[in-house]
């Protein structure tokens, strides 16, 4: 049976006043604003109550049932999230998974009996851990959420705090963040196997060239792909990889004369099959899964909740470090 992994994703955020993208909130202005009680004096409340009644809202949300996607085909839902005001930090598991749409349940030995049905008003759900960390005084905040080889709860968590700050008048806005420690490591276990050339044709006469019936496709696309490489360190491949010419053909006709008419993508994977890929001119900014230790799972596979607080407060620490925190 296959490896089921636990993997993690990090994001810095920002939140903005809404149609402000320029005013960014810092966190204590946010939770001072929208969780001070009338009559309360905003700047003498402790963070620990403001804190406490920031993640009773998160929890009053779900109305103790599954908040779904807009596609309602996938459901998330939780009682338990604890926070540590001193850290800034908000933290626990999430339950989550796919609805059901007359998903029938087997026994995996017994092909001829079901002994069970997900309907659409049911979801098979796993538990997720996220963390959150919304330092006072700061514009940047840093999410992680864990996931599994086999599934996700990433985009709908997103879509929920999106709400859930939009609620409150802030545009929540993320981006992606791989700590240096691990991007380097992959970089250095990794292999090239795969460029791609892609090329937008904008001339009539180019696209009746290639093929008549190509003629009136505005906006038509061409990618050229190269794979089958001999496996060969990324540092090694780009020390004789010709960023200048790197197709050597003359593709004129195709809007392929010179490297800026095209797109260069690069596709990398390591030694456990785990993927990444980058655009040529960001070749090395890759953003590889990040796989947790084994020693953080439960016996079931699932996330130990201590072992993977610990583990993700180390982690957090290097992140804080590297967005010169």
């Known amino acids: 049976?296959?490896?089921?992994?636990?993997?993690l994703s990090i994001y810095t955020f920002t939140l903005n006043e809404k149609f402000k993208?320029?005013?960014?909130?810092?966190?204590?202005?946010f939770y001072r604003k929208n969780f001070s009680k009338s009559g309360?004096?905003?700047?003498?409340?402790?963070p620990e109550e403001l804190y406490k009644r920031f993640v009773g809202m998160i929890l009053d949300e779900f109305h103790n049932k599954f908040w779904l996607n807009k596609d309602e085909n996938k459901g998330i839902s939780t009682k338990n999230i604890d926070y540590r005001p001193g850290k800034s930090i908000i933290e626990g598991i999430i339950n989550g998974g796919n609805t059901g749409y007359g998903h029938q349940i087997y026994d995996i030995l017994n092909n001829a009996k079901t002994v069970g049905e997900i309907s659409e008003k049911q979801l098979a759900s796993l538990p997720y851990y996220f963390k959150m960390w919304t330092p006072p005084n700061s514009q940047v905040g840093i999410l992680m959420i864990q996931s599994y080889s086999i599934g996700s709860i990433g985009s709908i968590l997103i879509e929920f705090l999106t709400k859930?700050?939009?609620?409150?008048?802030?545009?929540?806005?993320?981006?992606?963040?791989?700590?240096?420690?691990?991007?380097e490591s992959y970089l250095k276990r990794s292999s090239v196997k795969k460029i791609t050339f892609t090329s937008t044709i904008e001339n009539k006469d180019s696209r009746k060239k290639f093929n008549r019936a190509f003629e009136d496709s505005t906006g038509l696309k061409v990618t050229i792909t190269v794979e089958g490489l001999k496996k060969k360190n990324i540092f090694s491949f780009f020390k004789d990889f010709n960023a200048k010419k790197p197709i050597g053909l003359d593709l004129a006709e195709?809007?392929?004369?010179?490297?800026?008419?095209?797109?260069?993508?690069?596709?990398?994977?390591?030694?456990?099959?785990?993927?990444a890929h980058a655009k040529i001119r960001d070749k090395f900014e890759v953003r590889p899964t990040i796989v947790l230790?084994?020693?953080?799972?439960?016996?079931?596979?699932?996330?130990?909740?201590?072992?993977?607080?610990?583990?993700?407060?180390?982690?957090?620490?290097?992140?804080?470090?590297e967005i010169n925190y």
Do not use: C, W
Not at 21 to 29: G, I
Not at 164 to 174: L, T
């Open 254 to 275: 195709l809007g392929m004369e010179n490297a800026e008419d095209y797109e260069t993508k690069i596709f990398y994977e390591d030694e456990h099959g785990r993927k």
């Open 40 to 46: 309360e004096n905003p700047h003498t409340i402790k």
């Open 293 to 321: 230790p084994l020693e953080i799972s439960n016996d079931n596979k699932t996330p130990n909740l201590q072992k993977i607080v610990d583990f993700t407060d180390k982690l957090l620490e290097k992140v804080k470090e």
């Open 21 to 29: 993208h320029e005013d960014f909130l810092d966190f204590n202005e």
């Open 164 to 183: 859930i700050f939009a609620k409150y008048g802030a545009s929540f806005r993320r981006i992606i963040h791989v700590p240096t420690e691990l991007r």
């Open 1 to 7: 049976m296959a490896t089921i992994n636990l993997e």
